[in-house]
Nanobody, 127 residues
């Protein structure tokens, strides 16, 4: 049974930083494309970043490029999202997601490309 458990969310002021973690279990973590998504109240879930199985290829949403960094530690079955220079518009529930296999060839971050989801961790950014 695939389990994804996010942690690290919280409340910060604009310009601050947070590091999200996602602990994965129940499957071969290193064989799956992983991603981060977020959803603010009243808005659709949107892709933030994804990383391939080897950790050497990443895709970011334009809105977070240069500020967020996705990484993975396959030895620890853990996914990370380092978020710097946070803005009020970054406030949302952040979800970790695992694909059924490797990352797709397209660079669009689509929720439908991911089969498993965590429960989310809340990020609040005050101005």
């Amino acid at each position: 049974q695939v389990q994804l458990v996010e942690s690290g969310g919280g409340s910060v002021q604009a310009g601050g930083s947070l590091r999200l973690s996602c602990a994965a279990s129940g499957y071969t973590y290193s064989s799956r494309c992983m991603g981060w998504f977020r959803q603010a109240p009243g808005k659709e879930r949107e892709g933030v970043a994804r990383i391939n199985t080897g950790g050497d290829s990443t895709v970011y949403a334009d809105s977070v490029k240069g500020r967020f960094t996705i990484s993975r530690d396959n030895a620890k079955n853990t996914l990370y999202l380092q978020m710097n220079s946070l803005k009020p518009e970054d406030a949302a529930m952040y979800y970790c997601a695992a694909a059924a296999g490797g990352c797709p060839w397209w660079n669009t971050l689509r929720p439908r490309d991911f089969a498993y989801w965590g429960q989310g961790t809340q990020v609040t950014v005050s101005s």
